[in-house]
């Protein structure tokens, strides 16, 4: 039998009598109990807004992006993009053209938007795009002399279209040219095709429509803006992008999903760690109960601990008595509040205890549970109730025989 063990549990759960040291290592034990299982469920759930705003984003945004640094256009090389595919996570690689236009719509209301132009059998308009579409169009190609056009629905909504609309679209290349060359501004029209449905998470509104289109509305012949990359593994951008950059060299700047939406996502990770900062305030004020609870125990135990001290027991081991009495309050309140906070969160996932308005883009709070988060919690609740144990245990092993008798 250890006998450290052995003294620091009888020391700390008596059975004789409850005492006001028991009801103070009850207080503690609760409340770190309690902010385990909030800092669990609390990072838990912000993880599980960024997995749905991450992948609700990543419907528009690539896993990487490449643009030539410094240009706002690139030579389309066939070459560059086979050499792009051969590395082994890459799955797709998909040329765009972006830039702003101005929109004339029927009723002659006109607003400048981003247009997007892409291929037609690209990944992002078979796969992405079209899980957005309502009726699941997404027919760019010439018909009746007029190519096509994918609007957003706040598009739809603001300006009151409907399938097969025409919309004329003028590029500041156009107007530049009618403008020094004293002609007719050159008007791309299309006709809406369909619509996409996005929240706005981020702002603005982009319409798509067929390269080969763009390239005429923005006089881009062989030229393109850059292009998009999906791969095997989301998680493995960083990897990949700085294979790429080996690759390619520094001539062209290439960004990951997360590159391309870091405000968001560094305010979402803020949030996060900002929330787990001020959570552990509440493990702070129960573990100054553990201090005081452990101050008293030495107090009432300075008889016997003088006693012990006279046998033979060194300081150290004394300490060690008291680190052990801080270390399982600790493993009993880690212990409850992670199978409260995780069995909260796989409630959650489960059955959907807690919902959320309808106008949000889910139903209920959604959960994520990453081991390293629980990990993290784990043992800063740890760290604090090992540190909390460290004066009394200094006390404790200050104390000196004599003096432990004669004031008894």
């Keep these: 039998m250890n006998v450290i063990q052995f003294i620091s549990r009888r020391y700390l759960f008596s059975k004789k009598h409850i005492s006001l040291i028991s009801v103070l290592t009850s207080i503690s034990i609760a409340g770190i109990t309690i902010g385990t299982a909030l800092l669990i469920i609390i990072l838990s759930v912000f993880n599980g807004f960024f997995d749905v705003i991450r992948s609700y984003l990543l419907s528009f945004d690539p896993d990487i992006r490449v643009e030539l640094a410094g240009q706002p256009n690139m030579f389309y090389d066939p070459e560059l993009l086979d050499r792009v595919r051969e590395h082994p996570e890459v799955v797709s690689v998909a040329p765009y053209i972006e830039g702003k236009a101005m929109m004339v719509f029927q009723n002659g209301r006109n607003e400048v938007l981003t247009v997007r132009g892409i291929e037609s059998d690209s990944d992002i308009l078979t796969t992405q795009l079209a899980g957005l579409i309502a009726d699941g169009t997404t027919d760019l190609s010439v018909i009746d002399g007029r190519p096509g056009v994918i609007v957003s629905e706040s598009l739809v909504n603001r300006y009151r279209l409907d399938p097969n609309d025409e919309i004329a679209m003028l590029s500041p290349t156009g107007m530049r040219r009618a403008l020094t060359q004293f002609s007719a501004p050159r008007v791309s029209r299309f006709d809406v095709?369909?619509?996409?449905?996005?929240?706005?998470?981020?702002?603005?509104?982009?319409?798509?429509?067929?390269?080969?289109?763009?390239?005429?509305?923005?006089?881009?012949?062989?030229?393109?803006?850059?292009?998009?990359?999906?791969?095997?593994?989301?998680?493995?951008?960083?990897?990949?992008?700085?294979?790429?950059?080996?690759?390619?060299?520094?001539?062209?700047?290439?960004?990951?999903?997360?590159?391309?939406?870091?405000?968001?996502?560094?305010?979402?990770?803020?949030?996060?760690?900002?929330?787990?900062?001020?959570?552990?305030?509440?493990?702070?004020?129960?573990?100054?109960?553990?201090?005081?609870?452990?101050?008293?125990?030495?107090?009432?135990?300075?008889?016997?601990?003088?006693?012990?001290?006279?046998?033979?027991?060194?300081?150290?081991?004394?300490?060690?008595?008291?680190?052990?009495?801080?270390?399982?309050?600790?493993?009993?309140?880690?212990?409850?509040?992670?199978?409260?906070?995780?069995?909260?969160?796989?409630?959650?996932?489960?059955?959907?205890?807690?919902?959320?308005?309808?106008?949000?883009?889910?139903?209920?709070?959604?959960?994520?549970?990453?081991?390293?988060?629980?990990?993290?919690?784990?043992?800063?609740?740890?760290?604090?109730?090992?540190?909390?144990?460290?004066?009394?245990?200094?006390?404790?092993?200050?104390?000196?025989?004599?003096?432990?008798?004669?004031?008894?």
């Design 193 to 408: 095709r369909s619509s996409y449905n996005m929240h706005q998470i981020v702002e603005g509104d982009v319409v798509y429509i067929d390269m080969t289109a763009a390239q005429r509305l923005f006089n881009m012949r062989n030229e393109i803006t850059g292009f998009d990359l999906q791969i095997k593994d989301t998680d493995r951008a960083e990897t990949v992008k700085a294979d790429l950059v080996k690759t390619l060299g520094e001539d062209y700047r290439i960004q990951t999903w997360y590159d391309l939406q870091k405000p968001l996502y560094d305010v979402m990770y803020l949030e996060k760690w900002g929330s787990y900062f001020i959570l552990m305030i509440i493990v702070l004020v129960a573990v100054l109960n553990i201090v005081g609870s452990l101050t008293m125990i030495v107090i009432q135990k300075k008889r016997d601990i003088g006693v012990l001290i006279s046998m033979g027991m060194t300081p150290k081991r004394i300490k060690n008595i008291f680190r052990s009495q801080g270390l399982q309050i600790g493993l009993i309140g880690c212990g409850l509040g992670g199978i409260l906070g995780i069995g909260m969160c796989l409630a959650q996932q489960e059955f959907s205890l807690f919902k959320l308005s309808s106008s949000f883009i889910i139903d209920a709070y959604p959960v994520t549970i990453r081991f390293f988060d629980v990990g993290i919690v784990l043992a800063g609740t740890m760290v604090l109730c090992l540190l909390a144990s460290w004066y009394p245990s200094v006390r404790a092993a200050s104390i000196q025989p004599a003096d432990a008798v004669r004031d008894e």
